[in-house]
């Protein structure tokens, strides 16, 4: 029951190619957002759309995965779980990030590839 304390599972398409960094130590990770959407009826019976994005982080073999196979528009399934950090900008204010630490992806589409 434990790994169901903080788990997140997304279906969606990245938004742009991932950004891949390198950190002091040497360790890859790569960087890239998500964007999944949600269709529902509204109360005037129209089809709503809407979009959500997310940031997503990758680290190791599953960032070689992600650098190597996936680009703007690609469609994939991610596992993870979610990361808050906090950091203070230009003017001192504080600011929240949050991001999904992948751990497990499933690409769909065309060529697909497990990781």
């Given at each position: 029951?434990?790994?169901?304390?903080?788990?997140?599972?997304?279906?969606?398409?990245?938004?742009?190619?991932?950004?891949?960094?390198?950190?002091?130590?040497?360790?890859?990770?790569?960087?890239?957002?998500?964007?999944?959407?949600?269709?529902?009826?509204?109360?005037?019976?129209?089809?709503?759309?809407?979009?959500?994005?997310?940031?997503?982080?990758?680290?190791?073999k599953v960032?070689?995965?992600?650098?190597?196979?996936?680009?703007?528009?690609?469609?994939?399934?991610?596992?993870?779980?979610?990361?808050t950090?906090?950091?203070?900008?230009?003017?001192?204010n504080?600011?929240?990030?949050?991001?999904?630490?992948?751990?497990?992806?499933?690409?769909?589409?065309?060529?697909?590839?497990?990781?």
């Open positions: 029951m434990y790994s169901l304390r903080n788990k997140v599972q997304l279906i969606g398409n990245l938004g742009k190619s991932p950004d891949v960094k390198k950190t002091e130590t040497g360790k890859k990770l790569v960087k890239f957002s998500l964007a999944t959407d949600e269709v529902y009826t509204n109360l005037k019976g129209e089809k709503v759309k809407e979009t959500q994005w997310h940031n997503l982080i990758a680290w190791g960032a070689d995965l992600a650098e190597k196979y996936l680009s703007k528009g690609s469609e994939v399934a991610v596992e993870g779980k979610l990361i950090k906090d950091y203070t900008d230009k003017e001192g504080k600011r929240f990030v949050t991001e999904v630490q992948v751990n497990e992806m499933l690409f769909l589409g065309s060529g697909k590839v497990n990781a």
